[in-house]
């Protein structure tokens, strides 16, 4: 999948998602998403800031979870994502992802 594309998924889910009350950072095959969701609502850029959380992972494997052909906990034990921060706003992405 293009990166552009999955750019307009993360903008569509953020836009319909309650603020997540924190910032995201995906690294996805040496791409970045930045989701702020510290104010009224969520904003997604290709920028390269320092976040609450970080995720890193393929975009193949994203897909995979969001397609529910990965299960989340055993992609992160599996090596397959890896997540640096704040666990608590990590639980949150389902509304991100789907």
Do not use: H, Y
Not at 35 to 58: F, L
Not at 88 to 93: D, Q
């Amino acid at each position: 999948m293009d990166f552009s594309v999955v750019i307009e998924q993360f903008q569509k889910a953020a836009a319909n998602a309650n603020p997540l009350g924190g910032t995201l950072k995906f690294n996805l095959d040496g791409q970045n998403i930045f989701v702020d969701g510290t104010g009224d609502s969520n904003e997604v850029s290709q920028d390269d800031k320092d976040a609450d959380t970080v995720i890193t992972t393929s975009i193949e494997t994203l897909e995979k979870l969001r397609n529910g052909d990965l299960n989340p906990m055993m992609a992160v034990m599996g090596g397959k994502v890896k997540i640096k921060g704040d666990m608590g706003l990590a639980m949150k992405l389902q509304s991100l992802l789907s």
